[in-house]
């Protein structure tokens, strides 16, 4: 029997569940330096954490002014980024551990993603993580990518869940600024730990200053346990 009433679990995807920043980061790279831009380094890389790929190629045309268009740089960077990680993604342990211990509870869950339906699935299915989120939702999917609330707000509405009951989990300022506006609770877990003061991250209610690096299942468990909302 659950103790945790009618909470429902929204996980974001890249550098929440799995750490798929490097192969993001690689397969960015790789296309740039395609099109002759040859210094693009990790910390441009970070800039871009939660947002959208699409929102993303599209800042890239603009600051290095490629001629092509978005939808082929767009078609090439997804190209790279499924070999990548269908070959190699990790799931971070004790976030595998935190979705076993809800989904021994019953609890319904979901995936969020900035990333496209194809590499979502890819990535689920390649960590065996599939087996407990089958629900996902793209912001290719949706009007607006992250910070605005689309994404969690259509995973709400496919997992039958009201927003009130929803617990948003997040690793980028976008997506804890896109939970805070769908009317969620979120556990944020910066991916970088040095923009974990920023006013985004203040609007948490599990805030996990140091990452992955101070992240337990078991903490964030009774934390959700402790904080159901009464009916």
């Known amino acids: 029997m659950s103790n945790l009433g009618d ?5 974001d995807l890249d550098g929440t569940l799995v750490d798929s ?23 441009d890389h970070e800039r871009f954490v939660g947002i959208s790929t699409l929102e993303t190629v599209a800042v890239w045309k603009d600051r290095y002014g490629l001629r092509a268009s978005v939808e082929e740089i ?16 990790r799931a971070y342990p004790e976030m595998r ?9 019953g609890v319904p869950m979901a995936v969020a993603s900035g990333s496209s339906p194809e590499a979502i699935a890819a990535v689920l ?10 629900t996902s939702v793209s912001a290719d999917e949706v009007a607006h990518g992250k910070p605005a609330p689309d994404v969690f707000l259509e995973a709400a509405r496919r997992l039958g ?22 009317g969620m609770r979120c556990i944020a877990i910066p991916y970088v730990t040095a ?34 909302p009464v009916a």
């Open 7 to 11: 909470t429902a679990v929204i996980f």
């Open 21 to 43: 920043e490097p192969n993001y980061y690689e397969a960015g790279r790789q296309v740039l330096a395609a099109y002759g831009v040859l210094d693009y380094s990790w910390s």
């Open 74 to 89: 767009l078609a090439a960077k997804n190209r790279l980024y499924l070999e990548l990680a269908r070959a190699s993604t």
């Open 97 to 105: 551990e935190f979705v076993e211990l809800l989904a021994s509870a």
């Open 125 to 134: 299915a390649g960590t065996g993580l599939d087996a407990y989120l089958r």
């Open 161 to 182: 869940a009201a927003p009130a009951d929803c617990v948003v989990v997040e690793d980028a300022a976008p997506g804890a600024a896109a939970a805070h506006a769908a």
């Open 195 to 228: 923009q974990a003061g920023g006013p985004e991250f203040a609007t948490a209610d599990l805030l996990v200053a140091g990452g992955q690096a101070e992240f337990t299942a078991r903490t964030a468990h009774d934390w959700l346990v402790r904080t159901v």
